[in-house]
């Protein structure tokens, strides 16, 4: 993983990416301008781990480029993929709402640039502004309740 300047093209595809994000939706442009400066580019290779099922929550991504695949544990020793992702999609947001460990893996599956939101920084926006925490802990708690209820 190596951590990338973004220039103005990079900062255009964020906007556009963020605009399709779910728990963005509710924030004014004002809030948004507010947390763009917190996310980062980093640049990954093809193989290159992301992040492991059972880590902590610690970051939330957005693919700018390349291809990730979503992989869960099969057995003990092998990993079944279940989504693959690419440009505009997102993955890890349950990272900013919860502090609940990764469900999945993911892995590159190509060259791969991701935006990437540490919930640290995501917790210190919340902090800034009450009424987008709340927005949040809505969001977090239907999320929640939709996937305790998946398969009944």
């Known amino acids: 993983m190596e951590k990338l300047t973004m220039a103005d093209a990079e900062y ?23 947390i763009v400066p917190y996310i980062m580019l ?9 992040f492991r099922q059972g880590e902590p929550g610690d970051a939330f991504y957005i693919v700018l480029d390349g291809a990730v695949s979503v992989r869960l544990k099969h057995l003990v020793f092998f990993s079944k993929a279940v989504a693959k992702l690419g440009p505009g999609d997102f993955f890890g947001e349950m990272a900013l709402l919860a502090n609940d460990p990764r469900s ?31 927005e949040m802990q809505k969001l977090a708690d239907r999320r929640k309740f939709m996937s305790s209820h998946q398969g009944r």
Do not use: H, I
């Open 42 to 50: 980093w640049r990954y290779k093809a193989g290159e781990t992301v």
């Open 12 to 34: 255009a595809a964020l906007a556009k990416a963020m605009r399709k994000v779910e728990f963005f939706a509710p924030l004014t442009l004002g809030q948004l301008e507010q």
């Open 104 to 134: 999945a893996s993911v892995v590159c599956e190509a060259p791969t640039r991701l935006f990437v939101l540490l919930s640290a920084d995501f917790t210190f926006m919340l902090k800034k502004n009450p009424a987008f925490a709340a």
